[in-house]
């Protein structure tokens, strides 16, 4: 990835917040120039829910080399509270407690080590919700 689309990544990654189109509503993960949906110019941004419930998930056993220490993982569209879908990794899980229409709530977790530098990169994942 390259360094400005990675800084224009953090406010999502970090604080869970994208943008909506004041014209028709759709959310944008990064704040386009324009909506893509309707082309309008006005755009605010939103924090998301920090809850909601997993939708479909799937185990990841072939896994990228930067996630080899943490294989296999979880997967999972998470349907916030909001209605907003969005794909990120589960924890706190065995396998068995994955099913459909559980509630999650979103933890600020250790994504994984980046390069031969080993730069931590953290952000979202979500666990089940804790009631």
């Not at 990654?13 to 994208?18: I, S």
């Not at 933890?107 to 530098?117: C, H, N, P, W």
Request: glycine share 6%; proline share 5%; with cysteine.
């Amino acid at each position: 990835m390259r360094v400005p689309r990675y800084w224009r990544n953090i406010p999502f990654r970090y604080r869970l917040v994208g943008w909506r189109c004041n014209h028709c509503g759709t959310f944008h993960q990064e704040k386009p120039i324009i909506c893509k949906r309707c082309r309008h110019r006005e755009l605010y941004e939103v924090e998301l829910p920090k809850t909601g419930k997993l939708v479909a998930y799937t185990i990841v056993q072939s896994t990228p080399k930067e996630f080899n220490l943490v294989s296999p993982y979880a997967i999972g569209l998470v349907e916030l509270d909001d209605g907003t879908r969005i794909l990120a990794q589960l924890t706190d899980f065995r396998e068995d407690e994955l099913r459909e229409g559980l509630r999650v709530e979103a933890v600020f977790r250790k994504i994984r080590v980046d390069g031969e530098q080993g730069i931590i990169e953290y952000g979202y994942k979500f666990r089940p919700l804790i009631e």
